[in-house]
T-cell receptor
Framework: GQQLNQSPQSMFIQEGEDVSMNCTSSSIFNTWLWYKQDPGEGPVLLIALYKAGELTSNGRLTAQFGITRKDSFLNISASIPSDVGIYFCAGRKSGGSNYKLTFGKGTLLTVNP | DTAVSQTPKYLVTQMGNDKSIKCEQNLGHDTMYWYKQDSKKFLKIMFSYNNKELIINETVPNRFSPKSPDKAHLNLHINSLELGDSAVYFC???????????????FGPGTRLTVL
């Protein structure tokens, strides 16, 4: 089935560094979402994007909805140890499948203090 | 205060057994979902119910049967468990507020199923 290509697969960074990850698709999505999953927990929504070109921030997190509607990126500035976790992008198409989210395979972020 | 709750948190069972996982949400959402997360952390949708009606049914073995007694509950029953069923199963809920507007999917804490 449809999958999103999320990269990088994993990242090891030092505390204080900025982080960037992205998702691409061969087809158009009308909504892009970014979730974070801590160990032993369910994914938690970080940012939702609904318009092509939209740039949205949530604290140190910034995400953009690509103008082609086939990609999105997430930036984390000045990383801290609690940023550790798996970050997932998810896309939703419109129309009959408008309840269904397609998830990327995740980016595992490790932050060294 | 828990928005989406799942029971049990951990489930260890023998191959061939039948087991159920329960999910409840107190968000007033009208749509609920079951996802499977494999050992590589890939999240895959299995089922979705909207107001107790099945709206998403992915390619899942028919040993898996969802049941929604009301819009706040979505249970997952699994017959004849196999080793490959071992995974973390997440329940989620969401709400279509108005045309094109959503309260996005809110996930439960997960149920780790281990089949021996």
């Amino acid at each position: 089935g449809q999958q999103l290509n999320q990269s990088p697969q994993s990242m090891f960074i030092q505390e204080g560094e900025d982080v960037s990850m992205n998702c691409t698709s061969s087809s158009i999505f009308n909504t892009w979402l970014w979730y974070k999953q801590d160990p032993g927990e369910g994914p938690v929504l970080l940012i939702a994007l609904y318009k092509a070109g939209e740039l949205t921030s949530n604290g140190r997190l910034t995400a953009q909805f690509g103008i082609t509607r086939k990609d999105s990126f997430l930036n984390i500035s000045a990383s801290i140890p609690s940023d550790v976790g798996i970050y997932f992008c998810a896309g939703r198409k419109s129309g009959g499948s408008n309840y269904k989210l397609t998830f990327g395979k995740g980016t595992l972020l490790t932050v060294n203090p | 205060d828990t928005a989406v709750s799942q029971t049990p948190k951990y489930l260890v069972t023998q191959m061939g057994n039948d087991k159920s996982i329960k999910c409840e949400q107190n968000l007033g959402h009208d749509t609920m979902y079951w996802y499977k997360q494999d050992s590589k952390k890939f999240l895959k949708i299995m089922f979705s119910y909207n107001n107790k009606e099945l709206i998403i049914n992915e390619t899942v073995p028919n040993r898996f049967s969802p049941k929604s007694p009301d819009k706040a509950h979505l249970n997952l029953h699994i017959n004849s468990l196999e080793l490959g069923d071992s995974a973390v199963y997440f329940c989620a809920s969401s709400q279509v507020v108005q045309r094109g507007s959503y309260n996005e999917q809110f996930f439960g804490p997960g149920t780790r199923l281990t089949v021996l």
